[in-house]
Every structure is written in structure tokens, then in C-alpha cells.
């Protein structure tokens, strides 16, 4: 990597593989490097799904290894108020909220920056696979994707500003995940094959489920498919997400009558003895699960979405038009058409259905490899959906 003027940069280090070739990365330019351990959840901290202690252990060995101070920090509270508090109102209202998305917004980028310039830094860096550039002819800074598309993650930074964005590094998202391995093994880092932290920061590896019921009451309900009929029960809407195939508790329950017929007239053939079922809509007012058995059946694409909440990188909305953009992440990019956009929300129609758009995810636009912001999906058109013009 180029060399560039020495400056301060506090690095997240997180524990994992990737800060920690950040870390070095820096250090090798020349950077004075500061670590900073952010702690961002204290409830059963101690328990086996909690990692923070351990994280926090490896963090401290990779320091030691590349030669910086490393500094523990809480920001236990802040996550509480500005992330948690969100991620239940969002599941109690029957959407499917994407914590790690506010937590970027809420507490990397702002809580972590706020301290990082009081330590004096110059600029913060992360593990993320994603890049900054500076358009020379806007003077404005663009969120790039990372260079390797199976760990681009600029759909989770998409809430970043022009300020945030003025004060941050990325150095490995110029690379290949396989080429930061690889580093890590030469140079020695303690964590080198570390395997990558899944799920949300305070749930871990524990059933979602049973991390779930501690906040939100129980509200059963009928689970009716397409043509009403009652399969069974479900355990309360904000268990459940649209597109959801496994944990209805139906599984053994065949297409028959009404429904089979509706599946053979769509051409699903043997949908009665192996399409399994799949959550296709919550109605909140009736407390119905409403689930739909085949992966393409109608209820489940949908061909326009209205976003709410909007942030944009550039600070503007973009200008409508073809673009291209993500309901969810790891999805391929889906060719698009902005309808309109305002500071506050959008409107997109897709050339293509896309499947199971769920609202309370984001949906993030792109203009080729350059991120351009996105909003919280409110609602999306369902195909055939009798009645209904949006799901929710």
C-alpha cells in the first residue's frame, strides 16, 4: 500500500482478524495507532453466547504483537438508547430490523468517532471490506464497495455521512479476504484463524428465538396459507420474518385441497409432498401468519418498495433514474428504477421481482461500485395478493 503523511488513527479493534490487520496495516505506513475495545453489551455478559470477554482478550494479544496501546471502552449505555431500544420497538411493531446497520450509524461512527478525536486522532479506522474515495470534481467523499464481492460490506455503512466519512479508513477493503488471512499467518497475529463473529453483537450464537422471548410477550395466533386455511399456531408476529422456512412448526403439514390445486395451477409440481412452507405476510390487525408453500410462489416477490427514513451519503438525494440496488444483504445488486427520492424516503420498481422484501430491512442503492445511501423498507407491492397492495 502507498505510503502517506504520518497522522493519529485509532483503530476499533474488535478481536477478530480483520481490525487486526487494519491495526498493522497502519502501523506499517507509519501511523501512530491507537486500538480502542469497544464494549457494547453488559446483559449476561458472562453467558456462553457473549463473546466480549474473550474478543477482548485477543484484542489485547494483537496489540501486543504489532506494538500499539489498546484502550477498553464502554459503550454498553449508548448502545442501549441509540440501538436496542430501536431493534425492539422495530420487532414489536412486526418488522425485521437490521441492528448492525444503526450500530454503525449510532456507535462506530459517531459514540467511537466522538472519543477517538478526544484521544487527538486525525482519522478512525475499521475492518470493514469497504472503501472511501474523494471525488476530486463533487469535493465529496464516496462509500466505495470492497474490492472483494463476497465480503463487501458498504450495505451495512450505507448510513454514513460526508463527516464520518471525511474521518475514516479502510484499509482492508482493498483487499481479498484470502490475502488478509494470509497476512495475519506471516506476520503472526495470535488470531489469525480466528473464524468471523455471525449474528448481532448481543445475541451471538444463541436460538434468536429464546433471546427474543425475554422482552417481547408471547402473542399466539392462527398460521392460515394462502387460501385460509388453518395449519396451526404461531407463537406471536414479531418471532417471525417474511421469507422464514424454518421454525413454523408445520413442516409435516401437505398442500391439500384448495392448495394444492392453486400450486399445480402455477406450475409447482409435487408441491404437496416436498415445497416447504414460507412466511409470506404478517397481519398485525388480525394476528395472523400468513405462510405460503414454495420458494417462488406469487406472495412472495415483488416488483416495487417504498423506503422510509432515508439516508444519503452524498447529503442529497440521488436524482431518479436506472440504478441498482440491495433489499438485503449478500443479494446480488437488482437493476432498478429510482421513481423518486427526497430526504426522507424513496420509491423503487425493480426490473425484476424481488423475493421476500421485508419491511424494516434497508434497502441500499448503488450507481456501479459507489454506495449511494438507502432507506428502511416500509412497504413493497406483493404479486396476486388478494386485497392487499402492500405487505407489511
Request: proline share 4%; charged share 25%.
Amino acid at each position: 500500500m502507498q505510503k502517506t503523511n504520518s497522522q493519529r488513527v485509532v483503530v476499533g479493534l474488535s478481536g477478530g482478524v480483520d481490525s487486526a490487520v487494519t491495526a498493522w496495516l497502519l502501523k506499517q505506513q507509519g501511523h501512530e495507532v491507537i486500538g480502542i475495545f469497544m464494549k457494547n453489551w453488559e446483559d449476561d455478559d458472562d453467558s456462553e453466547f457473549c463473546s466480549s470477554n474473550i474478543d477482548f482478550v485477543d484484542a489485547a494479544a494483537v496489540a501486543d504483537v504489532i506494538g500499539i496501546p489498546i484502550e477498553h471502552v464502554n459503550f454498553a449505555a449508548d448502545y442501549k438508547d441509540r440501538v436496542f431500544a430501536e431493534f425492539l420497538r422495530e420487532y414489536q411493531a412486526g418488522r425485521t430490523p437490521n441492528p448492525d446497520i444503526l450500530c454503525n450509524a449510532e456507535i462506530k461512527f459517531k459514540a467511537f468517532l466522538d472519543h477517538a478525536m478526544r484521544l487527538g486522532a486525525e482519522k478512525i479506522a475499521t475492518g470493514h471490506y469497504a472503501r472511501v474515495r474523494l471525488n476530486e470534481r463533487t469535493g465529496l467523499h464516496e462509500l466505495l464497495k470492497g474490492l472483494d464481492p463476497a465480503k463487501d460490506q458498504s450495505y451495512f455503512l450505507h448510513r454514513l455521512n460526508q463527516a464520518q466519512l471525511a474521518k475514516t479508513l479502510f484499509p482492508v477493503g482493498e483487499l481479498k479476504k484470502t490475502e488478509v488471512r494470509r497476512i495475519a499467518d506471516e506476520i503472526g497475529l495470535p488470531n489469525a484463524k480466528k473464524k468471523d463473529s455471525t449474528g448481532i453483537c448481543f445475541i451471538g450464537e444463541r436460538p434468536f428465538r429464546d433471546f427474543l422471548n425475554r422482552y417481547i410477550a408471547k402473542a399466539p395466533g392462527p398460521i392460515r396459507s394462502d387460501k385460509g386455511r388453518v395449519l396451526g399456531e404461531h407463537v406471536g408476529l414479531s418471532f417471525y420474518t417474511l421469507g422464514q422456512r424454518s421454525g413454523l412448526g408445520i413442516g409435516g403439514v401437505k398442500a391439500k385441497g384448495a392448495d394444492l390445486k392453486a400450486a399445480q395451477a402455477r406450475g409447482q409440481r409435487g408441491v404437496g409432498e416436498h415445497e416447504p412452507w414460507f412466511v409470506a405476510r404478517k397481519d398485525m390487525e388480525s394476528n395472523t401468519l400468513w405462510v405460503v408453500q414454495g420458494h417462488e410462489h406469487p406472495w412472495l416477490q415483488s416488483t416495487e418498495l417504498l423506503a422510509q427514513d432515508c439516508s444519503w451519503v452524498a447529503g442529497t438525494a440521488p436524482v431518479p433514474g436506472t440504478l441498482a440496488a440491495k433489499t438485503r444483504y449478500r443479494q446480488a445488486d437488482a437493476v432498478c428504477e429510482l421513481r423518486s427520492a427526497s430526504a426522507t424516503q424513496c420509491e423503487l420498481a425493480f426490473q425484476q421481482a424481488q423475493w421476500a422484501v421485508t419491511p424494516g430491512q434497508s434497502a441500499v442503492l448503488y450507481d456501479g461500485d459507489v454506495c449511494l445511501g438507502g432507506g428502511v423498507i416500509a412497504s413493497s407491492n406483493v404479486q396476486n395478493f388478494p386485497g392487499k397492495s402492500s405487505q407489511t
